[in-house]
Nanobody, 117 residues
Framework: QVRLVESGGGSVQAGGSLRLSCAAS????????MGWHRQPPGKEREFVAR????????DYADSVKGRFAISRDNAKNVVYLQMNNLKPEDTAMYYC??????????WGQGTQVAVSS
């Protein structure tokens, strides 16, 4: 059974930092591309970041470039999202994803991030 369990969300003031973690199980982690999406209140879900199965070529949404960093530990089956200089518009439910070339195959349940001004 595939499981993606996010943690690390919370409330923070603008300019602060959070690190999200996603613990994966039930599939061969080091053969999947991993990523993060988010859904702000009242808006559509949107792409945030992704990293290939071998940890190269991270890709980011323009809105988070230079502030967020995605990384993975294939020995621990964990993917991280380091979020710095957070802004109120980063407030959202953050979802971990796992996928291959055909697209995203699995989603986590999400972790809430709230940034106050």
């Amino acid at each position: 059974q595939v499981r993606l369990v996010e943690s690390g969300g919370g409330s923070v003031q603008a300019g602060g930092s959070l690190r999200l973690s996603c613990a994966a199980s039930g599939f061969t982690f080091n053969t999947y591309n991993m990523g993060w999406h988010r859904q702000p209140p009242g808006k559509e879900r949107e792409f945030v970041a992704r990293i290939t199965w071998y940890g190269d070529s991270p890709d980011y949404a323009d809105s988070v470039k230079g502030r967020f960093a995605i990384s993975r530990d294939n020995a621990k089956n964990v993917v991280y999202l380091q979020m710095n200089n957070l802004k109120p518009e980063d407030t959202a439910m953050y979802y971990c994803t796992a996928g291959r070339a055909a697209g995203i195959g699995h989603w986590g349940q999400g972790t809430q991030v709230a940034v106050s001004s």
